[in-house]
């Protein structure tokens, strides 16, 4: 027999509240348990904690731990703990009459978003029970009071009453949630184990999962039923009687099995990985690393690094690194979550998709990190305006950039990190202007001198020649591209190493890593390219440019618009001319990228940032030194016309820009086909009469001339 019921009215607030999560409608429900294990795990600690004081405390019960057990036939979800407990005025006070300081806050912020998840930030995380249940019925003993049960249904009270009819406790809470019709989804066993594995999987205690199995086991057969059977079947027929040995007898005996289906209690741990991020780094091997890493990611492959460190002093949290092998297929797409890492709250998980917590670069890197500081449920607002999470923040990148520096010592593994991540480093330089210095020591490229192997910028100062001042790059859309390119000819035969950047993102790198270790990057396709020539060679190369005066200005005056201006260049050694971009333009390579951007402004910004360009005439080659003589002659000659229109548009092919017309470009290869192979008249006519600008007439002997 229970003792008297004693009903008491909840705190207006706490009424409201409860009012709230009864009657709306919340996606994430689920989090009621992870908030009831999260405050059965704070009792154990509350008894821990006295414990080392006063070991009498565990006298009622040494075995801290919390258990579910899902009641089938009554709908009830019980969680049990052996924590501190709680005395009838605990139960009184912390579950109704006193106001907690979230409430109002907690009710204005959730009517707002509609979103639970976040209750135990205000304290009342025990309420979000009413998220799944119509009633809920706190059992509880204290080592100072007799035990009792808390009851309400949300309304407007709740009672108290001595315990007199369940099962006594040795020390501890349960609580039992009589569910929803619509959420007894949380009685089944895979439902519970995948929620507890989700947010409760590295709490302290064990967590034990009682549940009900049914298993096939084999029964002797009954034999007396079998053979009452048997005799009302064959009552008809005459008797055989069989004479068997005894061992057959025995034979037969054992086989006489039938299978039944039993139902089996199942005790099972469902937090058996530990927090091995609370343990000394030194004490783990690589295999416990290993292991923790395939339960937190499911990778089947183990990582390439690991790092493992705490953060003490005025903040304080322990967190445990991981670069994979491999790169996920979509690590750029654009709906993917922004990161790996999970979050914990004093080993209770909170999310793992903080977008505060690492920067979008590393969003390969996987991990945890576990705060000591941060509040038990955190809000996006919250989150963003933290302090403490700046701190993590600038911490993990400090450590991931560690982590990269250990990888870089094997030269195998920094290729495969490099081939797998390389996109992520380039992205960091040019996202992270703070760590861009130490991030350029992670590039990697072939290069004029390393055609084989990659080379890192620390390596291409150390083969600078004294004289070189700069370090010189170029950018394509490929190596085979770049390799041929005509602006490497005066660099290869000076001695000067070129770097290949044949990525699309290094476009962008490269805008913001203006220098490396003092030596500025410079590319070698865009004008204001300077050599320290002597003094006889820059007086012959402005003789060289006042000879050429009348050609350039004829040039230009024929291409009009498509070219900002026309001059002698001391850029190239073998092809004729050569466009190159302005210095604070895109250049080439940047333009290609940006035309090929399906959600492009094609006004705007493009317009302004398409490159300059600057037609570089080779003041010694052939064809300009004939080409000169023709412009003497007659300037308004069309044969002169057309062909530096057809010489501009193969320095704009060679020099990585893409046609306007390209089938105006073909129609002139095809004539100048045709007049190299003789064809007759008539065929050259029908070529002329097409859409094509007009070709004058040009004989053998002139081919002859420009050759």
């Not at 998980?349 to 969003?363: A, G, K, R, S, T």
């Not at 002329?688 to 050759?707: G, H, K, Q, R």
Request: glycine share 4%; hydrophobic share 35%.
């Amino acid at each position: 027999m229970s003792g008297p019921t004693e009903t008491f009215n909840f705190q207006a607030e706490i009424s409201q509240l409860m009012s709230l999560i009864v009657n709306a409608v919340y996606q994430n429900k689920e989090i009621f348990l992870r908030e009831l294990i999260s405050n059965a795990s704070d009792a154990l600690d509350k008894i821990r904690y006295q414990s080392l004081t006063d070991p009498s405390v565990l006298d009622s019960g040494k075995d801290l731990k919390i258990t579910i057990i899902p009641d089938l036939a009554n709908k009830v979800l019980i969680i049990r703990d052996t924590g501190i407990g709680m005395t009838k005025a605990d139960l009184i006070n912390n579950l109704g009459t006193i106001a907690k300081s979230g409430t109002k806050a907690f009710m204005e912020m959730v009517q707002e978003t509609k979103d639970a998840s976040m209750i135990g930030q205000f304290g009342v995380g025990f309420y979000s029970a009413y998220l799944v249940a119509d009633e809920v019925e706190v059992i509880s003993k204290h080592n100072d009071d007799e035990q009792y049960i808390w009851r309400s249904s949300a309304g407007q009270n709740f009672t108290v009453t001595r315990d007199t009819v369940n099962e006594p406790l040795v020390r501890g809470s349960e609580i039992r949630l009589h569910l929803k019709e619509d959420q007894l989804d949380y009685l089944q066993e895979r439902r519970i184990k995948e929620v507890v594995k989700k947010h409760s999987e590295f709490i302290s205690y064990p967590i034990h999962l009682i549940y009900q199995k049914e298993v096939e086991k084999e029964v002797p057969a009954d034999d007396s039923e079998e053979a009452a059977d048997d005799e009302e079947k064959d009552e008809n027929k005459p008797k055989i009687e069989e004479i068997e040995d005894e061992d057959d007898e025995e034979e037969n005996k054992s086989s006489k099995t039938k299978k039944v289906k039993q139902n089996e209690t199942v005790d099972e741990e469902l937090n058996q990985t530990k927090p091995i991020w609370t343990r000394n780094p030194d004490s783990i091997q690589q295999d416990e690393y290993n292991a923790f890493y395939k339960s937190l990611t499911n990778d089947w492959e183990e990582p390439l690094a690991s790092k493992h460190f705490s953060v003490e002093g005025q903040l304080e949290f322990r967190s445990i690194l991981f670069t994979p092998r491999r790169a996920p297929f979509d690590l750029f797409e654009g709906k993917k979550k922004r990161n790996n890492i999970k979050l914990y709250v004093r080993r209770v998980f909170i999310m793992d998709d903080c977008e505060e917590l690492i920067p979008e670069w590393l969003n390969f890197v996987k991990g945890i990190v576990d705060s000591e500081d941060l509040p038990l449920n955190l809000s996006r607002e919250v989150l963003q305006q933290n302090k403490i999470l700046k701190v993590i923040r600038k911490n993990l990148v400090k450590k991931c950039i560690e982590m990269f520096t250990e990888i870089a010592e094997d030269k195998d593994n920094f290729s495969k990190f490099y081939e797998a991540f390389g996109k992520n480093i380039k992205l960091g330089i040019h996202e992270d202007s703070q760590n861009r210095a130490k991030l350029s020591e992670f590039l990697r490229y072939n290069s004029t001198k390393s055609t084989d192997e990659t080379t890192s910028l620390k390596d291409y100062v150390t083969r600078m020649p004294e004289k070189q001042k700069y370090i010189y790059y170029i950018t394509g859309e490929s190596r085979q591209a770049v390799e041929s390119s005509p602006f490497l000819e005066v660099l290869k035969r000076k001695g000067y190493e070129v770097l290949f950047l044949v990525d699309p993102i290094d476009e962008y790198a490269v805008q913001q890593l203006k220098e490396f270790e003092g030596k500025e990057l410079k590319s070698v396709s865009k004008e204001g390219l300077e050599f320290d020539d002597d003094e006889e060679e820059k007086e012959k190369f402005e003789a060289q440019k006042k000879e050429l005066e009348p050609l350039c200005a004829t040039v230009k005056e024929i291409l009009g618009d498509k070219v900002e201006k026309v001059e002698v260049s001391n850029l190239i050694s073998d092809s004729p001319c050569v466009i190159v971009t302005g210095q604070f333009g895109w250049s080439a390579n940047m333009e290609r990228i940006m035309r090929s951007q399906a959600l492009r402004d094609s006004g705007g910004m493009s317009s302004y940032m398409a490159s300059k360009r600057t037609l570089g005439l080779q003041p010694t080659h052939p064809i300009i030194r004939e080409l000169k003589e023709k412009v003497a002659a007659d300037k308004n000659d069309k044969t002169v016309r057309d062909l530096v229109n057809l010489m501009y548009e193969t320095s704009l092919l060679a020099s990585g820009f893409n046609l306007e017309e390209p089938s105006t470009f073909a129609n002139r290869i095809y004539r100048m086909i045709k007049l190299g192979l003789s064809l007759d008249d008539e065929e050259v006519a029908t070529v002329a009469d097409s859409d094509a600008p007009a070709l004058e007439e040009v004989t053998e002997s002139n081919m002859e001339e420009i050759d």
